[in-house]
Nanobody, 124 residues
Framework: QVQLIESGGGEVQAGGSLRLSCATSGRTFGSFAMGWFRQAPGKEREFVAAIGWSGRTTYYADSLKVRFTISRDSTKNTVFLQMNSLKPEDTALYYC?????????????????WGQGTQVTVSS
């Protein structure tokens, strides 16, 4: 079993930055690929970014890769999402997820474990 706890969300003005964290516990952090997804009210959950188990490979939604950066710190069993130049359309509940697989990381069904989410609100 893996527990995922997100933090770092909040309200920020357009153009601002936030850094989300996802702390993990349970099974070995290094054996999982990690991803971030988001879901805005009335919309489907969408892929944001993912990082391989070693941290050497990263994946991004095309529309976000310029502004968002995913990283992981194996010494802290934590994955991060740095979000810059935030826009009101980035407002959503952001979820962290862990996957035992190493492919199809763009797809939410690939992931085995999910956190409860952290709210990000960007005001104009």
């Amino acid at each position: 079993q893996v527990q995922l706890i997100e933090s770092g969300g909040g309200e920020v003005q357009a153009g601002g930055s936030l850094r989300l964290s996802c702390a993990t516990s349970g099974r070995t952090f290094g054996s999982f690929a990690m991803g971030w997804f988001r879901q805005a009210p009335g919309k489907e959950r969408e892929f944001v970014a993912a990082i391989g188990w070693s941290g050497r490979t990263t994946y991004y939604a095309d529309s976000l890769k310029v502004r968002f950066t995913i990283s992981r710190d194996s010494t802290k069993n934590t994955v991060f999402l740095q979000m810059n130049s935030l826009k009101p359309e980035d407002t959503a509940l952001y979820y962290c997820a862990a996957a035992g697989r190493r492919d199809n990381l763009y797809v939410s069904a690939t992931y085995d474990y999910w956190g409860q989410g952290t709210q990000v609100t960007v005001s104009s």
